[in-house]
């Protein structure tokens, strides 16, 4: 039996010692939460900032009844951002899952900054919520457990940008209370609730399995369904299936935002600078060895979560070792996590706090955990000169949440599990081994093809995030490209690039003739200017398309996020434009016959196909579902366009005068956007090949010779 003796059983020096580190911790707290009450939170108060409006816009648009079939593309959700002036230069949805932007539903009606103030009185209550149930579990005192909070540096960067890990450490930490209160079945339904926000609460079925504890798990699996379905009824199949087929994947590999950004300290950006060429993004890696990567990367992630998963024993029900392992799985998770953002780490206070209680009368060790808590908080990555093997001492965050891990592995292993439980694990050590060799080979898969369009790449500027819209006009290329303060319009003349001013709204498309080209500028509008100024501009209107010839022009109006496209005679400019395509069509792009005619990709109730518009306005299908981005050649025979397989969109090419098809790239990744010089020979198309999810580069390839 283990005695805990109380300060006055301590001898004096102790004594007095162990009051002056009382008062320390009253003292650090205290200035911790004046720092929180006079610095941070007057800011997030008064500020928005990444990631609030993100999650804010979603959530308005479906109030609005929009269409939000489309929010994952970042160029239409910045034009939705641009309509409802909302102060926040750039917004994306990318890895975000629709159901989590639910959760500021009933803030949507709001202006922003005001939706952000209820959000953050919320977030202090479920904050305040969360730090009683750790007293009541813990019996750490109440110092103790407030310091750890307040020393949360994540903590404050997820009240400054209104992110949603308080919610989520809330949630975790109830379904602990209700687990360890031997209500299984909603502890599951609330990890289940979890999921559903953020992906990585999965790992904690298996952890209910491992258990052998199937009422938790089918708890868990309900609440999963739940979220799902209600992300169907409220978004659509089409945009969860987005979700589903091409985000979480891109999202799980690494590339869902950044894959070479070593700020982000994660195993995946790590072995992505180390082993993975790309020629803006990674010009010198330590080895040009893509499949190092393939197969590493689930390697080392399995080895950080395997020990979460074997120490936990099976119907174990002592509730400090259940703390631990519930820490483990956590930590665990938080160490492989592929998109790490700094306020990720909020939900370090849960795994600290449990891991503290067990090291109350250990103070070298609790005060190591106190380092490796503040170090992983504090810490992030470094991406100037972390070129070749120096990528390696960049990313201090990532071995500190190892090192948290190993720490807590070995508090578990001190305490001997049963023999059953080590009978036990040869089953899972197979069953873990064959879902290695599974990952392996998918990313193995994966990678075939994946550089092959580096050969064919335009120089693009080392600052620009994405490159779309391309277009050509006699030796310039014409393109939008997202920078740190907005989308530009951009002329590339001969490896030089000059950019246009977003101080007065983003440039979202641009189309051109030989001598004139016409843009999209955004503001608490879409409207389309011409250069030089030969036209009108034509306001309510966005993603223009002209003619070869310069005859007419086709631009897209919305109505709560569908679209139709309207024509106008160029030639004829007392013209005014008309509808081309009924309402009931909601059109992505289009691209003009020299004879006028025009070829659009629409969705009825589905995904989208390509249709033909005649002269006298007939419209009819080409058959060709599951197909985006028409591009007609200027001789009027060749048609492109990208098709969905698979989960990614690849280019292919149609005979318009015999109907016969071939695909041009095959690999598992995006080419989109194509468009033909003048010429008639060659395609350039925008790729995010090697690349995160649809930061596109341009790229040119001569497809006749």
Known sequence: MN????????????????????????????????????????????????????????????REHYDTSRIYEWVWLQRQKDHRDIEQRIVGMVPITPFSTLSLWPLARMPALEAKRWWLIFNLGLLCATIVLLHDLTQLPWRRILLFTALSFPLHVNFLLGQFYVLLLF???????????????????????????????????????????????????????????????????????????????????????????LKAASLSSLLHRLFIYEPQLNQHPAVNAAWLFAVLHPILQMAVIVPAL?????????????????????????????????????????????LAESLQQEKIHLAILLFLYIAAGFLGGINSGGEGWSALLMVPRFYALILLCVFTYTRLTKQQPLKSARRDRLAWVIALAVILTCNVIGNLRHQRGLYTDYQWRIHTPREVFMA???????????????????????????????????????????????????????????????????????????????????????FLREDRGRARVWTLALDH?????????????????????????????????????????????????????????????????????????????????????????????????NNVEPIWTADSQSLIYASDCGRALWFTALCRQRIFR
């Open 310 to 354: 074997l120490l936990a024993t099976p119907e174990e029900a002592c509730p400090r070792r259940l703390r631990l392992e519930w820490a483990a799985i956590l930590l665990a998770s938080l160490a492989v996590s592929t998109s790490p953002a700094s306020y990720l780490f909020t939900l370090l206070i849960l795994p600290v706090c449990f």
């Open 573 to 669: 400019p007392n013209n005014a434009a008309i509808p081309a395509t009924p309402s009931e069509l909601n059109v992505f792009e289009m691209s003009f016959l020299p004879t006028g005619e025009f070829i659009f990709a629409a969705a009825l109730d589905g995904q989208p196909s390509l249709f033909m518009r005649d002269h006298l306005g007939n419209i009819k299908s080409l058959g060709i579902d599951k197909s985006r981005y028409p591009a007609i050649s200027p001789d009027g025979h060749w048609l492109a366009y990208s098709q969905l397989k698979d989960g990614n969109w690849n280019l292919w090419l149609r005979d318009l005068e015999n109907g016969q098809m071939r695909r041009l790239t095959h690999a598992t990744c």
């Open 468 to 554: 779309v819209y391309p277009a050509i006009q006699d030796d310039s290329t014409l393109f939008v490209a997202l920078l740190p303060d907005g989308y530009h319009s951009v002329v590339e003349h001969f490896g030089f690039a000059r950019f246009s001013d977003t101080s007065q709204g983003d440039y979202l498309a641009v189309t051109a003739t030989f001598n004139e080209s016409w843009t999209e500028k955004t503001g608490h509008e879409s409207t389309i200017v011409s250069t030089p100024k030969m036209q009108s501009d034509i306001r309510q209107a966005e993603s223009p398309m002209v003619s070869f010839d310069g005859r007419w022009l086709a």
């Open 171 to 261: 949630l975790l930490m109830l379904s602990y209370w209700l687990y360890a209160q031997r209500r299984q079945f909603l502890a599951g339904v609330l990890i289940g609730l979890a999921s559903g926000l953020k992906i990585f609460p999965v790992i904690y079925l298996i952890y209910f399995l491992r258990k052998r504890d199937l009422r938790a798990f089918a708890g868990g699996v309900i609440g999963a369904a739940s979220t799902a379905t209600i992300s169907v009824l409220v978004f659509g199949w089409e945009l969860n299936r987005t979700y589903l087929s091409q985000v979480l994947p891109a999202t799980l590999r690494g590339e869902g935002l950044g894959p070479y950004n």
């Open 3 to 62: 005695i805990q003796l109380g300060s006055s059983a301590l001898p004096a020096s102790d004594r007095k010692l162990h009051e002056w580190i009382r008062i320390g911790e009253w003292v650090l707290l205290a200035l911790l939460v004046a720092y929180m009450g006079i610095r941070t939170l007057p800011r997030a108060w008064r500020t928005l900032n990444t990631d609030f409006p993100n999650y804010y816009l979603t959530a308005r648009l479906v």
